[in-house]
Protein backbone atom coordinates (compact mmCIF):
# COMPACT_ATOMS: atom_id res chain seq x y z
CA UNK A 1 0.00 0.00 0.00
CA UNK A 2 1.06 3.24 -0.69
CA UNK A 3 2.32 5.83 1.76
CA UNK A 4 -0.19 8.22 2.41
CA UNK A 5 0.19 11.78 2.68
CA UNK A 6 -1.81 14.60 4.77
CA UNK A 7 -2.24 16.72 2.07
CA UNK A 8 -0.94 17.32 -1.71
CA UNK A 9 -1.27 20.93 -3.28
CA UNK A 10 -0.91 20.60 -7.28
CA UNK A 11 0.62 23.51 -8.59
CA UNK A 12 3.61 25.48 -7.01
CA UNK A 13 2.99 29.17 -8.21
CA UNK A 14 2.27 31.42 -5.37
CA UNK A 15 -1.01 30.10 -4.28
CA UNK A 16 0.43 26.63 -3.98
CA UNK A 17 3.87 26.90 -2.22
CA UNK A 18 2.17 29.36 0.40
CA UNK A 19 -0.14 26.89 1.12
CA UNK A 20 1.78 24.15 1.14
CA UNK A 21 4.11 25.96 3.29
CA UNK A 22 1.28 26.80 5.27
CA UNK A 23 0.52 23.37 6.06
CA UNK A 24 3.65 22.21 6.44
CA UNK A 25 3.93 25.07 9.33
CA UNK A 26 0.86 23.15 11.23
CA UNK A 27 2.76 19.31 11.10
CA UNK A 28 0.62 18.36 8.09
CA UNK A 29 2.68 15.92 5.69
CA UNK A 30 2.68 18.23 2.73
CA UNK A 31 3.68 17.42 -1.01
CA UNK A 32 4.16 20.19 -3.78
CA UNK A 33 3.92 18.95 -7.69
CA UNK A 34 4.36 21.34 -10.15
CA UNK A 35 4.82 20.73 -13.92
CA UNK A 36 7.69 23.12 -14.55
CA UNK A 37 11.19 22.97 -13.92
CA UNK A 38 12.36 26.22 -11.47
CA UNK A 39 13.57 28.61 -11.47
CA UNK A 40 11.27 29.68 -14.66
CA UNK A 41 10.03 32.95 -16.11
CA UNK A 42 6.40 33.15 -16.27
CA UNK A 43 4.12 35.70 -17.61
CA UNK A 44 3.11 38.46 -15.14
CA UNK A 45 3.53 42.40 -14.91
CA UNK A 46 6.20 41.22 -11.49
CA UNK A 47 4.41 43.83 -9.38
CA UNK A 48 3.75 42.95 -6.01
CA UNK A 49 0.75 44.89 -4.89
CA UNK A 50 0.82 46.83 -1.26
CA UNK A 51 -1.72 44.28 -0.43
CA UNK A 52 0.36 41.20 -0.63
CA UNK A 53 2.57 42.49 2.38
CA UNK A 54 0.71 41.86 5.20
CA UNK A 55 -0.27 38.40 3.64
CA UNK A 56 3.33 37.47 2.77
CA UNK A 57 4.58 38.60 6.63
CA UNK A 58 1.62 35.77 7.79
CA UNK A 59 3.35 32.90 5.59
CA UNK A 60 6.54 33.86 7.09
CA UNK A 61 8.06 34.68 3.20
CA UNK A 62 8.54 38.65 4.10
CA UNK A 63 11.88 38.35 5.39
CA UNK A 64 12.51 35.56 2.35
CA UNK A 65 10.79 37.94 -0.03
CA UNK A 66 12.88 41.30 0.60
CA UNK A 67 16.35 39.60 0.45
CA UNK A 68 15.71 38.97 -2.61
CA UNK A 69 16.29 43.15 -2.50
CA UNK A 70 12.96 43.41 -5.16
CA UNK A 71 12.32 47.36 -6.27
CA UNK A 72 10.02 49.42 -4.07
CA UNK A 73 7.15 51.15 -6.17
CA UNK A 74 4.95 53.88 -5.02
CA UNK A 75 3.10 55.08 -7.83
CA UNK A 76 1.26 54.05 -11.33
CA UNK A 77 1.16 55.71 -14.27
CA UNK A 78 -1.57 55.03 -16.31
CA UNK A 79 -0.66 56.26 -20.23
CA UNK A 80 -2.24 56.79 -23.65
CA UNK A 81 -1.48 57.77 -26.95
CA UNK A 82 -2.49 61.07 -26.33
CA UNK A 83 -2.77 63.92 -23.48
CA UNK A 84 -0.76 63.59 -20.57
CA UNK A 85 -0.26 60.77 -18.12
CA UNK A 86 -2.11 60.27 -14.88
CA UNK A 87 -0.47 59.40 -12.01
CA UNK A 88 -2.12 57.39 -9.25
CA UNK A 89 -0.11 57.15 -5.65
CA UNK A 90 -0.32 53.31 -4.49
CA UNK A 91 -2.13 52.72 -1.28
CA UNK A 92 1.54 51.49 0.11
CA UNK A 93 4.58 50.46 -0.98
CA UNK A 94 4.84 47.45 -4.19
CA UNK A 95 7.62 45.35 -4.42
CA UNK A 96 9.29 45.06 -8.75
CA UNK A 97 10.24 41.46 -8.43
CA UNK A 98 10.71 38.67 -10.85
CA UNK A 99 8.48 35.72 -10.59
CA UNK A 100 11.97 33.70 -11.59
CA UNK A 101 13.25 34.90 -8.28
CA UNK A 102 9.88 34.93 -6.31
CA UNK A 103 9.14 31.55 -7.16
CA UNK A 104 12.14 29.59 -6.40
CA UNK A 105 12.21 31.08 -3.15
CA UNK A 106 9.08 30.63 -2.32
CA UNK A 107 10.02 26.72 -2.95
CA UNK A 108 13.24 26.75 -0.80
CA UNK A 109 10.74 28.41 2.03
CA UNK A 110 8.26 25.64 1.56
CA UNK A 111 10.96 23.45 1.66
CA UNK A 112 12.42 24.66 4.90
CA UNK A 113 9.43 24.22 6.74
CA UNK A 114 9.34 20.27 5.32
CA UNK A 115 7.45 20.48 2.26
CA UNK A 116 8.25 17.31 -0.25
CA UNK A 117 8.89 19.59 -3.31
CA UNK A 118 8.32 17.89 -6.71
CA UNK A 119 9.09 19.73 -9.63
CA UNK A 120 9.02 18.81 -13.83
CA UNK A 121 5.95 16.76 -12.68
CA UNK A 122 2.34 16.70 -14.55
CA UNK A 123 -0.57 16.20 -12.16
CA UNK A 124 -2.78 13.83 -14.91
CA UNK A 125 -5.88 12.90 -12.37
CA UNK A 126 -7.22 12.85 -9.23
CA UNK A 127 -10.04 11.03 -8.30
CA UNK A 128 -11.64 9.81 -4.68
CA UNK A 129 -10.03 6.67 -3.30
CA UNK A 130 -10.93 5.04 0.34
CA UNK A 131 -8.23 6.76 2.29
CA UNK A 132 -8.83 10.03 0.58
CA UNK A 133 -7.80 11.33 -3.13
CA UNK A 134 -5.41 9.67 -5.42
CA UNK A 135 -2.95 11.79 -7.63
CA UNK A 136 -1.45 10.38 -10.74
CA UNK A 137 1.08 12.53 -12.29
CA UNK A 138 3.77 12.14 -15.03
CA UNK A 139 7.75 12.79 -15.26
CA UNK A 140 8.63 12.73 -18.78
CA UNK A 141 7.70 8.97 -19.58
CA UNK A 142 7.59 7.87 -15.82
CA UNK A 143 4.53 7.65 -14.19
CA UNK A 144 3.66 8.13 -10.13
CA UNK A 145 0.65 8.12 -8.13
CA UNK A 146 0.48 10.12 -4.69
CA UNK A 147 -2.21 9.06 -2.01
CA UNK A 148 -3.40 12.06 0.12
CA UNK A 149 -6.05 12.74 2.81
CA UNK A 150 -6.67 15.96 0.90
CA UNK A 151 -5.61 17.35 -2.19
CA UNK A 152 -5.84 21.29 -3.32
CA UNK A 153 -6.39 22.51 -6.66
CA UNK A 154 -3.12 25.49 -7.04
CA UNK A 155 -2.67 25.19 -10.66
CA UNK A 156 -3.47 28.30 -12.05
CA UNK A 157 -6.05 29.22 -14.77
CA UNK A 158 -5.04 27.29 -17.53
CA UNK A 159 -6.04 23.80 -15.75
CA UNK A 160 -5.52 20.81 -17.85
CA UNK A 161 -9.00 18.90 -19.52
CA UNK A 162 -9.84 16.32 -17.42
CA UNK A 163 -8.63 17.55 -13.89
CA UNK A 164 -11.33 18.93 -11.65
CA UNK A 165 -12.11 22.45 -11.96
CA UNK A 166 -11.06 22.65 -16.06
CA UNK A 167 -13.81 25.32 -17.98
CA UNK A 168 -13.79 24.68 -21.53
CA UNK A 169 -12.63 27.72 -23.63
CA UNK A 170 -15.63 30.04 -24.22
CA UNK A 171 -14.89 31.12 -27.99
CA UNK A 172 -18.05 33.81 -27.25
CA UNK A 173 -15.71 36.44 -25.77
CA UNK A 174 -12.38 38.05 -26.88
CA UNK A 175 -9.33 35.74 -25.20
CA UNK A 176 -5.81 37.29 -24.98
CA UNK A 177 -2.64 36.74 -25.27
CA UNK A 178 0.05 37.41 -22.61
CA UNK A 179 3.68 38.14 -23.05
CA UNK A 180 6.81 39.11 -21.09
CA UNK A 181 10.25 40.08 -21.31
CA UNK A 182 12.84 41.30 -19.15
CA UNK A 183 14.45 44.46 -20.85
CA UNK A 184 17.60 46.59 -19.77
CA UNK A 185 18.87 49.97 -20.61
CA UNK A 186 15.35 51.82 -19.68
CA UNK A 187 15.44 54.11 -16.60
CA UNK A 188 12.76 53.65 -14.76
CA UNK A 189 11.52 55.50 -11.38
CA UNK A 190 9.70 53.87 -8.51
CA UNK A 191 6.66 53.69 -10.82
CA UNK A 192 5.11 51.01 -12.52
CA UNK A 193 4.05 52.17 -15.89
CA UNK A 194 0.39 51.10 -18.21
CA UNK A 195 0.39 51.72 -21.46
CA UNK A 196 -3.14 51.42 -22.84
CA UNK A 197 -4.16 51.38 -26.49
CA UNK A 198 -6.81 49.76 -28.80
CA UNK A 199 -6.39 45.74 -28.71
CA UNK A 200 -4.97 45.50 -25.03
CA UNK A 201 -2.10 47.13 -22.82
CA UNK A 202 1.17 46.71 -21.48
CA UNK A 203 2.72 47.44 -18.04
CA UNK A 204 6.63 48.29 -17.42
CA UNK A 205 7.74 47.45 -14.08
CA UNK A 206 11.29 47.61 -12.11
CA UNK A 207 12.10 44.72 -10.88
CA UNK A 208 15.51 43.33 -8.40
CA UNK A 209 18.17 43.29 -10.45
CA UNK A 210 17.95 46.47 -12.46
CA UNK A 211 16.26 45.22 -15.52
CA UNK A 212 12.50 46.35 -15.99
CA UNK A 213 9.84 43.89 -17.06
CA UNK A 214 7.56 44.29 -19.86
CA UNK A 215 4.42 42.30 -19.75
CA UNK A 216 1.18 42.48 -22.00
CA UNK A 217 -1.99 41.65 -22.32
CA UNK A 218 -3.67 41.61 -26.19
CA UNK A 219 -6.67 40.99 -27.33
CA UNK A 220 -6.32 38.04 -29.82
CA UNK A 221 -7.96 38.56 -32.61
CA UNK A 222 -6.60 42.13 -33.30
CA UNK A 223 -3.31 41.71 -32.68
CA UNK A 224 -2.31 37.69 -33.12
CA UNK A 225 -2.23 38.27 -37.05
CA UNK A 226 0.81 41.30 -36.15
CA UNK A 227 3.19 38.46 -34.97
CA UNK A 228 3.68 35.25 -33.21
CA UNK A 229 6.92 35.60 -31.19
CA UNK A 230 6.64 37.68 -27.76
CA UNK A 231 9.40 40.30 -29.60
CA UNK A 232 6.42 40.73 -32.62
CA UNK A 233 3.72 41.36 -30.67
CA UNK A 234 5.67 43.77 -28.38
CA UNK A 235 6.28 45.55 -31.28
CA UNK A 236 3.03 45.49 -32.60
CA UNK A 237 1.87 47.39 -29.30
CA UNK A 238 4.49 49.99 -29.88
CA UNK A 239 2.53 50.54 -33.05
CA UNK A 240 -0.35 51.24 -31.26
CA UNK A 241 1.50 54.19 -28.26
CA UNK A 242 3.43 56.15 -29.75
CA UNK A 243 4.69 56.84 -25.74
CA UNK A 244 5.15 53.42 -25.21
CA UNK A 245 7.37 53.09 -28.80
CA UNK A 246 9.84 56.26 -27.41
CA UNK A 247 9.93 54.20 -24.02
CA UNK A 248 11.24 50.76 -25.45
CA UNK A 249 13.11 52.39 -28.57
CA UNK A 250 16.42 52.19 -27.05
CA UNK A 251 15.40 48.58 -24.39
CA UNK A 252 17.31 45.86 -25.23
CA UNK A 253 15.73 42.54 -24.57
CA UNK A 254 17.05 40.09 -21.93
CA UNK A 255 17.73 36.50 -23.79
CA UNK A 256 15.95 33.75 -22.22
CA UNK A 257 13.03 35.80 -19.89
CA UNK A 258 10.32 35.56 -22.81
CA UNK A 259 7.30 33.82 -22.02
CA UNK A 260 3.49 33.68 -23.56
CA UNK A 261 0.33 32.33 -22.39
CA UNK A 262 -2.94 31.83 -24.38
CA UNK A 263 -5.69 31.72 -23.74
CA UNK A 264 -6.09 34.18 -20.75
CA UNK A 265 -9.68 34.28 -20.14
CA UNK A 266 -11.05 37.48 -18.35
CA UNK A 267 -14.51 35.98 -18.27
CA UNK A 268 -14.59 32.70 -16.44
CA UNK A 269 -16.91 32.09 -14.00
CA UNK A 270 -15.26 32.01 -10.44
CA UNK A 271 -15.32 28.40 -9.47
CA UNK A 272 -13.68 27.72 -5.61
CA UNK A 273 -14.94 24.21 -5.20
CA UNK A 274 -14.91 21.17 -8.14
CA UNK A 275 -14.14 17.84 -5.90
CA UNK A 276 -11.22 19.73 -4.31
CA UNK A 277 -10.78 23.41 -3.33
CA UNK A 278 -9.70 25.46 -6.24
CA UNK A 279 -7.06 28.12 -5.11
CA UNK A 280 -5.54 31.55 -6.71
CA UNK A 281 -6.20 31.92 -10.32
CA UNK A 282 -7.64 28.28 -10.82
CA UNK A 283 -10.62 29.64 -8.52
CA UNK A 284 -11.03 32.93 -10.19
CA UNK A 285 -8.77 35.66 -12.16
CA UNK A 286 -8.74 38.99 -11.25
CA UNK A 287 -8.09 41.51 -14.71
CA UNK A 288 -4.08 41.67 -14.52
CA UNK A 289 -5.01 45.38 -15.47
CA UNK A 290 -5.95 45.21 -11.41
CA UNK A 291 -2.23 44.11 -10.85
CA UNK A 292 -3.80 42.30 -7.56
CA UNK A 293 -3.76 38.41 -8.80
CA UNK A 294 -0.76 37.41 -6.56
CA UNK A 295 -1.81 39.03 -3.59
CA UNK A 296 -5.65 37.43 -4.43
CA UNK A 297 -3.17 34.09 -5.02
CA UNK A 298 -2.49 34.49 -1.35
CA UNK A 299 -5.21 35.22 0.16
CA UNK A 300 -7.17 32.44 -1.16
CA UNK A 301 -4.17 30.50 0.09
CA UNK A 302 -4.93 32.04 3.94
CA UNK A 303 -8.52 31.15 3.91
CA UNK A 304 -8.01 27.97 2.65
CA UNK A 305 -5.13 26.81 4.94
CA UNK A 306 -6.84 27.32 8.13
CA UNK A 307 -9.95 25.08 6.83
CA UNK A 308 -7.80 22.54 5.42
CA UNK A 309 -6.32 22.31 8.75
CA UNK A 310 -9.12 21.53 10.78
CA UNK A 311 -10.28 18.75 8.14
CA UNK A 312 -7.04 17.17 8.71
CA UNK A 313 -7.24 17.50 12.80
CA UNK A 314 -11.19 15.76 12.18
CA UNK A 315 -12.63 18.94 13.52
CA UNK A 316 -14.65 20.16 9.80
CA UNK A 317 -16.02 17.65 7.22
CA UNK A 318 -15.24 17.86 3.71
CA UNK A 319 -18.85 19.32 3.24
CA UNK A 320 -17.68 21.73 5.94
CA UNK A 321 -14.86 22.93 4.72
CA UNK A 322 -16.02 23.51 1.41
CA UNK A 323 -19.14 25.27 2.55
CA UNK A 324 -17.24 27.73 4.83
CA UNK A 325 -14.65 28.43 1.97
CA UNK A 326 -16.90 28.94 -0.93
CA UNK A 327 -18.44 31.38 1.30
CA UNK A 328 -15.41 33.73 1.83
CA UNK A 329 -14.25 33.16 -1.13
CA UNK A 330 -17.12 35.21 -2.79
CA UNK A 331 -17.12 37.52 0.17
CA UNK A 332 -13.97 38.35 -0.49
CA UNK A 333 -13.51 38.76 -4.03
CA UNK A 334 -17.02 39.33 -5.70
CA UNK A 335 -16.48 43.41 -5.07
CA UNK A 336 -12.68 43.63 -6.59
CA UNK A 337 -13.56 41.03 -9.19
CA UNK A 338 -17.03 43.06 -10.62
CA UNK A 339 -15.05 46.39 -10.13
CA UNK A 340 -11.88 44.87 -11.75
CA UNK A 341 -13.95 44.03 -14.85
CA UNK A 342 -15.43 46.95 -15.07
CA UNK A 343 -12.43 48.83 -15.54
CA UNK A 344 -11.13 46.31 -17.69
CA UNK A 345 -13.92 47.23 -19.82
CA UNK A 346 -14.12 50.55 -19.65
CA UNK A 347 -10.78 50.68 -20.81
CA UNK A 348 -11.61 48.52 -24.02
CA UNK A 349 -14.39 50.94 -25.23
CA UNK A 350 -12.72 53.41 -27.81
CA UNK A 351 -12.67 57.01 -26.58
CA UNK A 352 -13.64 55.76 -23.08
CA UNK A 353 -10.73 55.83 -21.13
CA UNK A 354 -9.27 59.16 -22.59
CA UNK A 355 -12.86 60.74 -21.16
CA UNK A 356 -12.22 59.17 -17.93
CA UNK A 357 -8.63 60.19 -18.32
CA UNK A 358 -9.87 63.84 -18.53
CA UNK A 359 -12.24 63.61 -15.60
CA UNK A 360 -9.62 62.16 -13.26
CA UNK A 361 -7.13 65.01 -14.18
CA UNK A 362 -10.06 67.27 -12.59
CA UNK A 363 -10.84 64.97 -10.07
CA UNK A 364 -7.98 62.93 -9.02
CA UNK A 365 -9.60 61.12 -6.37
CA UNK A 366 -11.93 59.62 -8.32
CA UNK A 367 -9.28 57.48 -10.39
CA UNK A 368 -8.02 56.32 -7.20
CA UNK A 369 -11.37 55.96 -5.66
CA UNK A 370 -11.91 53.47 -8.59
CA UNK A 371 -8.72 51.81 -8.13
CA UNK A 372 -9.53 51.16 -4.75
CA UNK A 373 -12.42 49.34 -5.54
CA UNK A 374 -10.83 46.97 -6.96
CA UNK A 375 -8.63 45.87 -4.27
CA UNK A 376 -8.47 43.25 -1.82
CA UNK A 377 -9.46 44.42 1.59
CA UNK A 378 -7.66 44.48 4.85
CA UNK A 379 -8.22 40.31 6.19
CA UNK A 380 -11.30 40.36 8.54
CA UNK A 381 -13.19 43.34 6.73
C1 LIG B 1 -0.29 39.45 -18.57
C2 LIG B 1 -0.46 39.24 -17.09
C3 LIG B 1 0.05 40.18 -16.20
C4 LIG B 1 -0.12 40.02 -14.83
N1 LIG B 1 0.42 40.94 -13.98
C5 LIG B 1 0.26 40.81 -12.66
C6 LIG B 1 0.86 41.75 -11.76
O1 LIG B 1 1.59 42.66 -12.16
N2 LIG B 1 0.63 41.59 -10.43
C7 LIG B 1 -0.15 40.58 -9.94
O2 LIG B 1 -0.33 40.50 -8.72
N3 LIG B 1 -0.69 39.65 -10.76
C8 LIG B 1 -0.49 39.74 -12.10
N4 LIG B 1 -1.01 38.79 -12.92
C9 LIG B 1 -1.75 37.65 -12.34
C10 LIG B 1 -0.82 36.67 -11.63
O3 LIG B 1 0.22 36.26 -12.49
C11 LIG B 1 -1.64 35.46 -11.16
O4 LIG B 1 -2.78 35.91 -10.50
C12 LIG B 1 -0.82 34.56 -10.22
O5 LIG B 1 0.30 34.03 -10.88
C13 LIG B 1 -1.71 33.42 -9.73
O6 LIG B 1 -0.93 32.55 -8.94
P1 LIG B 1 -1.34 31.03 -8.79
O7 LIG B 1 -0.39 30.44 -7.81
O8 LIG B 1 -2.79 30.87 -8.54
O9 LIG B 1 -1.10 30.39 -10.24
P2 LIG B 1 0.24 30.31 -11.08
O10 LIG B 1 1.24 31.30 -10.62
O11 LIG B 1 -0.22 30.33 -12.49
O12 LIG B 1 0.82 28.88 -10.73
C14 LIG B 1 0.22 27.69 -11.16
C15 LIG B 1 1.29 26.60 -11.24
O13 LIG B 1 0.64 25.36 -11.50
C16 LIG B 1 1.43 24.59 -12.38
N5 LIG B 1 0.56 23.62 -13.07
C17 LIG B 1 -0.43 23.88 -13.95
N6 LIG B 1 -1.02 22.73 -14.34
C18 LIG B 1 -0.36 21.72 -13.70
C19 LIG B 1 -0.50 20.33 -13.69
N7 LIG B 1 -1.43 19.69 -14.41
N8 LIG B 1 0.34 19.60 -12.91
C20 LIG B 1 1.29 20.21 -12.16
N9 LIG B 1 1.46 21.56 -12.12
C21 LIG B 1 0.63 22.30 -12.88
C22 LIG B 1 2.05 25.63 -13.32
O14 LIG B 1 3.25 25.15 -13.88
C23 LIG B 1 2.28 26.84 -12.39
O15 LIG B 1 3.60 26.89 -11.87
C24 LIG B 1 -0.83 38.90 -14.32
C25 LIG B 1 -1.32 37.93 -15.20
C26 LIG B 1 -1.14 38.10 -16.58
C27 LIG B 1 -1.68 37.05 -17.52
Given at each position: MNHIQDVAVLGAGISGSSLAKSLADRGWETVLIDSKHFPRHKVCGEFLSPESQSMLQQFGLHEAVRSLQPRLINKARLIFDHGTPLEIPLPGTALGLSRYALDSTLHKAATSSGVHVKTGTTVTSVYPSRRGFTVETKQGKKTQTYEARAVIAA???NCRAGLPGHRPSGNLKPTYIGVKSHFKGIDMEPVVELYLFDGGYLGISPVEDGSVNVAALLKRNTL?????SVSGLIEAACRRNSKLAQKLAHAIPVPGTQAAVA?????RKPLSWELIPQVGDASLMLP?????GMSMALRSAQLCAPLADSFLSGNLTLAGWQESYSRSIQHQFNGPLQWGRRLQWLFGVPFLPRLLLGAAHFAPELAYKLVQATRLKESGS
Open positions: WGAEQTGKPVELNPLCGD
